[in-house]
């Protein structure tokens, strides 16, 4: 099974390079799709594996269905970008192919049993999604191409570093297995453990966009197309931190919880400040929602540094903010497409020009931001409950303060968009139906899971928290 | 005779930076491929046969050579100017490197106690590199300075590999991995198309995207 969410899109990609056709191009996007959905969701009943280097676990199907659900959404505002796009048949293709290997690329990430075999996927993420950032050939978005290649190759060596590290630490068994990491974490030498470990952390978290390795973030979710900055930043952002999350156990094992916590929590914060900073004063709104993504990054960090209930919170805030800024970017697309500005001041009167747009952003902004009845308000509530609980009162109070900070930050821009009266000449183009839908269906998935957890998601969540 | 090799290793990177043009770049890259060949070579126990013959072909034929040749043909075809720019002064810039290697040797006679079978002059030196690649990438101006500061990166931690290959021969061969597929797809696809849409290939160009 797992074979096939592998292999299918390489055969796929190689497929459509050679077809050329649009109809082609939609019919295996959608398929790969909806046969991912369908998978990821039976690997929660029916665990998989596929040699010993892939395999399902507690942990990884949570994240699994994430991509999936938010591929899912994307692929069919992909078929509404595709439909409006004048690009000819090849460029698309092309296009296409390398989503197809981005997202097989991801569930290698999510999927791999194996640190290096992991790190092999990081590397394949940014590779087949440079191409993706780089669809719209402006000077900006080369330059955006640009920074993400080479900042993220850095961080890929850094994390590599890591990787040699922790190997001359591990004297007799050489395996880098995790299963096998963790059994003999006590014999790991401590020394290289915690040279090892801020190399990975910075290394994989220049994907995952903690500050201060931040940069290439900004940039190219603000160039590419938007359903691939909701592709970036609702899936890959967590992949990233799936890692992250393995080699966090692996110091818990090792007995060095505080080491790990510690600096979670100091990367944590310097990310939310940073995003602060710079959401105050934004003029870009794509930017605004790329800089949201590092916060949002920096509250799973946080939560992850307190440890306990953290935990909890930190998986359900992964999961809320993926569906939710995967629909705030696709919207974010909807009003590119009708305003053709990407500044804040370019755009006013949002819902009486597009209500259906209008509504999504007021909601999604609901949804990031941590308004009842929506998820994140809980996984917040938890992390502040989890500070309060071990006796960080000044920290939960700079986190409060950054938060509310940027909450009126997006606040001040999402409304200044919505309302006001219409403007000339933005009502000449109608999008299809389809860039409404998947928003939509994310916003009721959303609510749905804040009024009540539905028991066997419920049960996935603390069987997931249970493996950290 | 590897000491020796690791040392010179350690002494090309201090003399890139205080050198001004890039030809001595390019050189050092390519000695650099040499020195990692020559120490391939006089090491050649701890290596299975085929990743020897592997490794031997990669350092020499893409490090010491194709990269190397590469570069000059870029740098004559794009009409780059030859100095090589930095933010800081050459005399900073040596007492920066000076201080990161001062570093990593404390770090690798820190290590001693730690160490299983690692030699520490080889950790010491690579972590330096590594370190001092990442400097260079920092406080040089131009692109290509950026590509061959990652290059010199590549090369501390294709040094670092080295050490535990006896243990673990794969984490070499993903080293290479990086390496050649990163340096290719940056300066193949890259370079060239940066300077199609800029005159220069100069990071202050790049800077149209910020808040």
Not at chain 1, 64 to 85: D, K, P, Q
């Given at each position: 099974m797992i074979a096939i969410l592998l292999l299918f899109p390489v055969a796929a990609a190689i497929l459509l390079l050679i077809a050329r056709s649009r109809?082609?191009?939609?019919?295996?996007?959608?398929?790969?799709?909806?046969?991912?959905?369908?998978?990821?969701?039976?690997?929660?009943?029916?665990?998989?594996?596929?040699?010993?280097?892939?395999?399902?676990?507690?942990?990884?199907?949570?994240?699994?269905?994430?991509?999936?659900?938010?591929?899912?959404?994307?692929?069919?505002?992909?078929?509404?970008?595709?439909?409006?796009s004048n690009e000819p048949a090849r460029k698309q293709s092309l296009f296409i192919a390398n989503v197809l290997i981005f997202v097989a690329a991801m569930t290698g990430v999510i999927l791999s049993t194996h640190l290096a075999l992991l790190w092999v996927f990081v590397e394949a993420t940014t590779l087949s999604s440079s191409y993706l950032i780089y669809f719209s050939r402006s000077e900006s978005a080369l330059e955006a191409t640009w920074k993400y290649l080479f900042i993220c190759s850095i961080g890929i060596s850094m994390a590599f570093v890591g990787i040699i590290l922790l190997s001359m630490g591990l004297g007799g068994n050489n395996s880098l297995f995790f299963n096998d990491l963790y059994a003999q974490a006590k014999n790991i030498n401590p020394f290289w453990l915690k040279l090892a470990f801020p190399f990975m952390l910075a290394g994989f978290g220049t994907k995952?966009?903690?500050?201060?390795?931040?940069?290439?973030?900004?940039?190219?979710?603000?160039?590419?197309?938007?359903?691939?900055s909701a592709l970036l930043s609702g899936t890959l952002l967590n992949a990233a931190l799936l890692a992250i999350l393995r080699i966090d156990k692996l110091?818990?094992?090792?007995?060095?919880?505080?080491?790990?916590?510690?600096?979670?929590?100091?990367?944590?914060?310097?990310?939310?400040?940073?995003s602060a900073v710079y959401i105050i004063n934004i003029k870009n709104y794509k930017r605004m929602l790329a800089y949201s993504s590092i916060e949002n990054m920096g509250i799973i960090a946080i939560a992850l540094g307190i440890g306990g209930i953290g935990i909890f919170a930190a998986i359900l805030h992964i999961i809320a903010h993926s569906l939710t800024k995967a629909a705030f970017f696709l919207t974010s697309g909807t009003i590119l497409h009708r305003f053709h500005s990407k500044s804040i001041m370019g755009v006013k009167g949002l819902l009486k020009t597009d209500p259906a747009a209008g509504w999504l952003w007021l909601l999604c902004f609901a949804g990031i931001v941590g308004i009842p009845p929506f998820p994140i308000f809980l996984s917040e509530f938890l992390i502040v409950k989890g500070m309060i609980d071990s006796g960080m009162i000044i920290q939960m109070v700079i986190f409060l303060l950054l938060l509310t900070i940027i909450m009126a930050g997006i606040g001040r821009v999402v409304l200044r968009m919505s309302f006001g009266e219409q403007q000339p000449g933005t009502d000449g183009h109608r999008e299809g139906i389809l860039a409404y839908v998947p928003q939509f269906v994310f916003i009721a998935l959303l609510l749905a899971l804040g009024f009540s957890i539905p028991n066997a998601i419920y049960t996935l969540i603390l069987k997931a928290a249970a493996v950290l | 005779m590897i000491s020796f090799l690791i040392i010179l290793f350690g002494v090309t990177m201090l003399y890139v930076s205080i050198s001004t043009r890039l030809e001595s770049y390019i050189k050092v890259l390519a000695i650099q491929g040499l020195i990692l060949f020559l120490i391939i070579l006089s090491d050649y126990s701890i290596l299975h046969i085929t990743s020897l013959i592997f490794l031997s072909f990669e350092t020499l034929l893409v490090k010491a050579i194709t990269i190397p040749t590469f570069l000059i043909y870029i740098i004559r075809k794009n009409g780059i100017f030859r100095e090589v720019d930095p933010f800081v002064t050459n005399i900073l810039s040596l007492i920066i490197t000076s201080a990161i290697f001062a570093g990593g040797f404390y770090l690798a006679f820190w290590s001693q106690g730690a160490v299983n079978n690692i030699r520490p002059l080889y950790f010491g030196i690579s972590i330096s590199t590594i370190i001092t690649g990442l400097f260079i990438i920092i406080s040089r101006k131009k692109i290509i300075t950026h590509v061959m500061g990652y290059m010199m990166l590549e090369n501390g931690i294709f040094l670092l590999a080295l050490s535990i290959a006896k243990e673990m021969p794969f984490i070499v061969a993903l080293g290479v991995l990086l390496d050649i597929f990163i340096a290719v797809y940056l300066l193949g696809l890259f370079i060239n198309k940066v300077q199609e849409s800029y005159s220069d290939t100069h990071i202050d160009t790049l800077a149209k995207l910020k808040d």
């Amino acid at each position: 099974m797992i074979a096939i969410l592998l292999l299918f899109p390489v055969a796929a990609a190689i497929l459509l390079l050679i077809a050329r056709s649009r109809i082609f191009n939609m019919v295996l996007m959608l398929g790969y799709s909806i046969m991912h959905l369908v998978l990821s969701i039976s690997f929660c009943i029916y665990p998989a594996s596929f040699t010993q280097y892939f395999k399902t676990d507690d942990l990884n199907r949570l994240f699994l269905i994430v991509l999936s659900v938010v591929f899912a959404g994307v692929s069919l505002n992909l078929l509404e970008f595709l439909r409006n796009s004048n690009e000819p048949a090849r460029k698309q293709s092309l296009f296409i192919a390398n989503v197809l290997i981005f997202v097989a690329a991801m569930t290698g990430v999510i999927l791999s049993t194996h640190l290096a075999l992991l790190w092999v996927f990081v590397e394949a993420t940014t590779l087949s999604s440079s191409y993706l950032i780089y669809f719209s050939r402006s000077e900006s978005a080369l330059e955006a191409t640009w920074k993400y290649l080479f900042i993220c190759s850095i961080g890929i060596s850094m994390a590599f570093v890591g990787i040699i590290l922790l190997s001359m630490g591990l004297g007799g068994n050489n395996s880098l297995f995790f299963n096998d990491l963790y059994a003999q974490a006590k014999n790991i030498n401590p020394f290289w453990l915690k040279l090892a470990f801020p190399f990975m952390l910075a290394g994989f978290g220049t994907k995952v966009g903690f500050a201060p390795v931040h940069a290439w973030l900004p940039d190219a979710h603000s160039e590419a197309p938007s359903p691939v900055s909701a592709l970036l930043s609702g899936t890959l952002l967590n992949a990233a931190l799936l890692a992250i999350l393995r080699i966090d156990k692996l110091m818990y094992l090792a007995g060095m919880k505080w080491y790990a916590q510690n600096l979670l929590l100091v990367i944590g914060f310097i990310s939310i400040f940073v995003s602060a900073v710079y959401i105050i004063n934004i003029k870009n709104y794509k930017r605004m929602l790329a800089y949201s993504s590092i916060e949002n990054m920096g509250i799973i960090a946080i939560a992850l540094g307190i440890g306990g209930i953290g935990i909890f919170a930190a998986i359900l805030h992964i999961i809320a903010h993926s569906l939710t800024k995967a629909a705030f970017f696709l919207t974010s697309g909807t009003i590119l497409h009708r305003f053709h500005s990407k500044s804040i001041m370019g755009v006013k009167g949002l819902l009486k020009t597009d209500p259906a747009a209008g509504w999504l952003w007021l909601l999604c902004f609901a949804g990031i931001v941590g308004i009842p009845p929506f998820p994140i308000f809980l996984s917040e509530f938890l992390i502040v409950k989890g500070m309060i609980d071990s006796g960080m009162i000044i920290q939960m109070v700079i986190f409060l303060l950054l938060l509310t900070i940027i909450m009126a930050g997006i606040g001040r821009v999402v409304l200044r968009m919505s309302f006001g009266e219409q403007q000339p000449g933005t009502d000449g183009h109608r999008e299809g139906i389809l860039a409404y839908v998947p928003q939509f269906v994310f916003i009721a998935l959303l609510l749905a899971l804040g009024f009540s957890i539905p028991n066997a998601i419920y049960t996935l969540i603390l069987k997931a928290a249970a493996v950290l | 005779m590897i000491s020796f090799l690791i040392i010179l290793f350690g002494v090309t990177m201090l003399y890139v930076s205080i050198s001004t043009r890039l030809e001595s770049y390019i050189k050092v890259l390519a000695i650099q491929g040499l020195i990692l060949f020559l120490i391939i070579l006089s090491d050649y126990s701890i290596l299975h046969i085929t990743s020897l013959i592997f490794l031997s072909f990669e350092t020499l034929l893409v490090k010491a050579i194709t990269i190397p040749t590469f570069l000059i043909y870029i740098i004559r075809k794009n009409g780059i100017f030859r100095e090589v720019d930095p933010f800081v002064t050459n005399i900073l810039s040596l007492i920066i490197t000076s201080a990161i290697f001062a570093g990593g040797f404390y770090l690798a006679f820190w290590s001693q106690g730690a160490v299983n079978n690692i030699r520490p002059l080889y950790f010491g030196i690579s972590i330096s590199t590594i370190i001092t690649g990442l400097f260079i990438i920092i406080s040089r101006k131009k692109i290509i300075t950026h590509v061959m500061g990652y290059m010199m990166l590549e090369n501390g931690i294709f040094l670092l590999a080295l050490s535990i290959a006896k243990e673990m021969p794969f984490i070499v061969a993903l080293g290479v991995l990086l390496d050649i597929f990163i340096a290719v797809y940056l300066l193949g696809l890259f370079i060239n198309k940066v300077q199609e849409s800029y005159s220069d290939t100069h990071i202050d160009t790049l800077a149209k995207l910020k808040d």
